[in-house]
Structures are given as C-alpha cells and as structure tokens.
C-alpha cells in the first residue's frame, strides 16, 4: 500500500465498513431486494383492505395459495439459471393431478405411494427434455412446448373431464395446520422445498448449473460438466412440477385435465418477479418463492378490490414485463442506454441510416447464404437448399394421402379429399406466413392463441351478421391485430424483452382483454359474405380457394424476392452482421412482429366466417400446430433459414394428418400426443440434416 508524502493513512470506521457491506450485500442481490420490496408494497395494500388487519387466517389462505405457484416457480426457476425455460410445467401439474385422482385410494399406503410416482413421473418428463435439448442440442422452447402437448394429452386419456376426489385425510395433511394455530402446513412444504434448493445450490450441482447458464463454454474448458448439470436441473424441476401437483390435488380436493393450463404465466411471473431475468446463471429460488406469494396476494387485492377475474391474466401479463424491465433496470443490463437512445434525436440516426444504405450489400434471400453459387447455372443450382428444406414436408403429404386412401378406399373421393385438405389447411397457411416470418428472424410469436380470439371476438361483435359493418369491421381488426404485433416487437428491440416472455405475457393480456370485452360469452354473428367465403361454392370449391393462392405468392415473394424478405433472412442469420451491413435491425423486427399479428387477425377472421361466430378458446389449439408447420416445413428455429413453400407444405401434411386421426378410433386427446412427437421427430430431423450438410 503507498500514500503520499505528509498524508496519513486513516482505519476506515465501524461505520463505514458496515456501510460498504450493506451496498455490496444489496449490489449483489438485486434481484431479491427488488422481490422483497415488491411483496411487502403488495401486503401493505393488502393489510389495507383487512378490516381487521392481516391475521392468522390470511396467512393460512394465501400459504395454501401460494404453495403451488410457489413449487413450481422453484423447478423453472433452476432451469432458467442454467440458461434454459420449459413450456411444459403447467402440464405436468395437470398430469400429477389427474394421476391422483384416478389411481389413489383411500388407504395411506396408496396416497403416498402415488404422490411419489406422480413426482417420479414429473422427473421423467424432465429427463425427456433434458435429453432432447442437451444431449441432441434442440432448442428449450420447441422441446417443451412439444412435451406440453404430449402430457397434456395423456392427461386427457387419464381424466377427460373434471371429476374424481381424493381423501379428506390428504387434503387435510397438506392445507391444516404443522402447528395449531401458529404454523400453517403449506408454509412447511415450502421451507422443505427451500431446503432442498439451498443443499443444491450450496452443492457442486449448484456451482455447475450457475456455470451452464452463465458461460457454458468457459465452465466446459475448466472441466465442469456443464451437460449432466442442465440435464439434471430439467429433471429436478420435474420433480418440483410433479410436487405442486399433488399439492394441488390436496388444496381442491378433486381433479381436472386442464387445471394446469392456466398456471405457465403465474410461473413465469414468479420466477421473474423473483429477480431471476432470462439468460440463465444469476436468481435463487428464495426470491421466486416470494414472488409465488406476491402474485397470491397480488391476486387477493384484486379480488378485495372487486376487480373482474377475467382481467387477472392482464395483470399478470403487465407485471411480468415490469418485472422484465427491473430487472434489465437493476441488474447492470443495457437497459439504461436503450431508455437513453430513445430520448436522442431522430435526426441523427435517419442521417446515418441514409448514408450508410447506400453502400448496403444486398443479403439473399436464400435461406443458406453461404451456399449461394454467385454464378447461376439453372434453376437447381439456385433452388436446391430450399427444395431440399421443403421436399420432406410434401413427401410426408403424400404418403398420408395414400395411407388415408388405402384405409378408407370405399368412401375415398379425391377431389373432395384435395377440397377439404386445402379449406381445413388455409388457416394453418395464413397463420404460418406470420409465424414463420417470426421464427425465420430468429424469435416466436406465443400471443396466436388469444390474438386469433380476441380478433374474431372483435369481428363478430362489431359486425354482428352485417355486410355493410363488415366493409370497415374486417380492416379494423386486422389493424388491431397488426397493433398487437407492432407493441410485441417494441418490446422486444426497444426494451430489450425477450421474444419468448414479451408475446407469453401479451398472450395473458389479451387474454384478459378478450374476456373482458365479452364478459366471458362472445356475441354476435360473421358477416354472411363471410361466411359464403369459407363455406359457400364456386367452381366446386369454397370461394376462399380461389384467393389463397394469390395470398400464397405475395407472402412468398415478400419473403424471399423483396428488399424486406432479404433483410429478414440477413438479421435472422446473423443480426450483429446484418447491423454491421447497415440492415435496420429494429425496424425489421418490429415490421415482422406486426405481420405476424396481421396474419393472427387474418386467421381470426377465417375462423370466425367458418364457424359462422367467435368463441373462447377458439385460437388455443393454434399454438403447437403454428410452431410445427413451420418446423415441419424445414424452418429451422435458430432464424435465417426456411422457405414459405415449406411452410405450405407442412401445414398440408398437417392437416392431412388430423383428417386421418379423425378417421380412426383414437381419442382425440391421442392427437395432442401425436403432434407432440412429429414436432420432436421434425427437429431431430432438422438437426441430422444441418449436421450432415
């Protein structure tokens, strides 16, 4: 240690020391001090409402509330810290319960004996996505979401509907009291559950699965076993998901196929609010626990409050990006200087974009821009990768027209098989060009479900059966659809959200919205011209067959032979290439966002027109079946490489798919299961076939 000459060295003070302690104590755990602070604004209004004050009584109803949410926010929230996410923890809650209810008896040996399977079998489930993502290299959201559906389906072979009950001895066990009048049961399980994360965390587990999420690389070169540790981290949360379903069969005492279905978002917003952000090696369970009872209380206020349930999801959906945002805020990220640029002139930057446009090189549109042969020879030169992407998906076409034909010869008539292939297609082949659009950029669109509802739900009431209304209800709703896509792709390039949480909370909010604006029962009728377009017949064929192939090449020449298609595939390849290639990056983005939406309103219409009116639920079954026509068609989910031809053929062999299944005596619930697994096997695939070349 020097000084200067003539200067003295003073002891810092008791004072100071504890001082600097407190700030890097604080500095070091943001995420939970942003957690606490959080829940204890939330149960300060809370205890306002109370008459009487927050009393004993509280606690038992928001621990035994918040104990599901709260197990389960624990399992993502260590897989989010080992830099992955999973779709499928609500389903496995489902399938926990339904496990219960239709196996266990009365007899202490049976509840036990099942609550254990169920918990094993949500480990299993873990170690399926574990096994697709780390040791074949797929991608966490694909992987998940297509486990979702597969469990989810074998709920619904399980329970079909609610119904079942379990013993009053096993509900009370887990909702009484540890200690009468002093500690409530719930609160015990969530400490067990803390227990066992503070033995992972302080374990060599706990080191290597902090290491995977924060640098995976690095953590390989100093010899840690980065894969078993990620591996292991989808297994426990399985456990963990397995776990809040028995505890929820023990608080509702009964069971339902669905009733986990409602719980992803909750998840997330726990474990963000929490103070674990996407990305993987920072957060702690401690924090996503308190989240778990924030979002309970939360809850609880609006209820005091006398605010409608349908407007839940909106809440939740708003505060998760909230809780995105402070933790971009606080937690050191770049969200700082995204706010900065925003307050800076426009000018500026137009200036700059025009100059540097002028010497932009022009990106190819082929999804493989390394392979281009700069001197074109013939057409299968220039053509060959996208062929080759989309071949698969009118081979698999094919070969379920032949087995539908083999196996229903005596009722099979071709041409009304290829008339109701295409018409039962054509919502699939709208959607995909939006969320193709959005995947070939590098992200995903989760908000199709509740756009496609609340855009039909919006055409029929505003509509109501008028062809006149019609002529300015439809390009409303198509505005509106593109606005929702517009606000995802804000946030996404503005504030730094990720794709995956910023479309799952604005799926929630819409949600809401939808519910709201209907009061849970939509009204009103599609317009007759509408409906004449889906159902009616012109040349032996639904009307709208005869526009969807126009719609078909524009969206395929926007896509691949347009300046935007180019730029598209440019950021989707590789968007620190394509800003460095003066690309506009954020306009991209949010203009692709805002088609995607387009086409979400676009399939929202058509469905309404089909049905003759607009429903609940309407877009749910969209999802998945969005995501595997695009992957199903050779779109590779990383961005930058596919083709909207495929994208048309996937959502043809998909559709031919479910007219067969339709045909058989299989449940309909087995379909769930089977889309699942054609989306595991078509990523594998994808991913042999990008090995190879």
Not at 57 to 68: E, K, M
Not at 86 to 91: I, R, V
Not at 185 to 213: E, K
Not at 494 to 505: D, H, K, Q, R
């Amino acid at each position: 240690m020097t000084s200067t000459p003539g200067t003295a060295i003073l002891p810092s003070s008791p004072r100071n020391t504890f001082v600097n302690a407190f700030q890097r104590l604080i500095s070091n755990n943001r995420g939970l001090v942003m957690a606490i602070s959080v829940f204890l604004i939330a149960f300060l209004v809370l205890s306002s409402y109370l008459a009487n004050g927050y009393g004993y009584s509280d606690l038992v109803g928001t621990s035994a509330g918040a104990t599901t949410l709260a197990l389960a926010a624990i399992g993502q929230t260590l897989v989010i810290i080992s830099g992955g996410l999973d779709l499928s923890a609500g389903s496995v809650i489902s399938l926990s319960n339904a496990l219960l209810v239709t196996q266990a008896n009365a007899s202490m040996t049976s509840q036990v004996t099942w609550s254990l399977l169920a918990i094993a079998i949500g480990g299993c489930v873990g170690l399926l996505n574990g096994t697709f993502i780390v040791r074949l290299k797929l991608q966490p959201v694909v992987v998940t979401l297509a486990t979702m559906f597969i469990t989810q389906g074998l709920t619904l072979l399980l329970l079909k509907q609610p119904g079942g009950s379990v013993a009053p001895a096993f509900s009370a066990f887990f909702t009484g009291d540890a200690i009468e009048g002093v500690l409530p049961m719930p609160l015990v399980v969530v400490a067990t559950a803390l227990l066992i994360w503070y033995l992972i965390r302080n374990s060599v587990l706990g080191v290597r699965i902090y290491a995977a999420g924060s640098d995976a690389a690095a953590a390989q070169l100093r010899g840690l076993q980065v894969d078993s540790a990620k591996l292991l981290s989808y297994v426990i949360a399985g456990c963990f998901y397995g776990a809040a379903g028995v505890f929820l069969t023990a608080q509702t005492g009964s069971g339902d196929p669905l009733i986990g279905a409602s719980m992803l978002l909750p998840i997330f917003v726990a474990s963000v609010l929490g103070g674990t952000p996407l990305g993987g090696g920072r957060g702690g369970c401690a924090g996503s626990v308190i989240g778990a009872f924030t979002v309970t209380l939360i809850a609880n206020i609006l209820l005091l409050a006398d605010v409608s349930t349908y407007y839940s999801t909106v809440v939740e959906g708003v505060v998760l990006i909230l809780a995105m945002l402070g933790n971009s805020y606080f937690g050191g990220s770049d969200l700082k200087e995204r706010l900065r640029r925003l307050t800076r002139s426009a000018f500026k930057r137009r200036t700059a974009s025009r100059t540097a446009t002028a010497a932009t090189p022009k990106v190819a549109p082929s999804a493989n821009a390394s392979a281009i042969n700069p001197i074109q020879l013939n057409w299968w030169l220039n053509h060959k990768a996208d062929v080759m992407l989309c071949l698969p998906a009118y081979a698999g076409l094919v070969t379920l027209a032949v087995i539908s034909a083999i196996l229903f010869h005596t009722s099979f008539a071709f041409s009304g098989y290829v008339t109701s292939l295409l018409l039962l297609s054509s919502f699939l082949i709208v959607l995909a060009a939006g969320q193709g659009a959005v995947v070939l950029i590098g992200g995903l669109d989760l908000s199709v479900p509740y756009t496609i509802t609340l855009c039909a739900v919006l055409l029929t009431s505003l509509a109501d059966g008028s062809n006149t209304a019609a002529i300015w209800a439809i390009p409303l709703v198509i505005g509106v659809g593109a606005g929702i896509g517009l606000l995802n792709g804000l946030g996404v390039h503005f504030l730094g959200i990720s794709p995956f949480l910023m479309t799952l909370a604005m799926n929630g909010i819409l949600q809401g919205i939808a519910l709201g604006y209907s009061n849970g029962s939509p009204t009103g009728l599609a317009p007759p011209a509408l409906k004449w377009m889906l159902t009616g017949n012109v040349l032996g064929v639904a009307p709208v067959l005869l526009v969807l192939p126009v719609f078909v090449v524009i969206v395929g020449s926007l896509l691949h032979k347009t300046v935007f298609g180019r730029r598209l595939f440019a950021v989707g390849s590789n968007p620190t290439a394509a800003r460095f290639a003066a690309v506009p990056v954020g306009k991209t983005l949010i203009a692709t966002y805002a088609f995607s939406g387009m086409c979400s309103a676009m399939t929202g219409i058509l469905l309404a027109g089909f049905t003759g009116q607009a429903f609940m639920d309407m877009g749910d079954p969209y999802l998945l079946t969005s995501i595997a026509v695009v992957v199903v068609g050779g779109t590779a989910m990383s961005g930058g490489k596919g083709h909207y031809a495929g994208m048309v053929g996937g959502a043809l062999m998909l559709t031919a798919l479910a007219t067969l299944l339709s045909g058989t005596t299989l449940p309909p619930a087995a379909r769930s299961v089977i889309y699942g697994l054609v989306v595991l096997v078509a990523v594998v695939s994808m991913r042999s076939r990008a090995a190879k070349h």
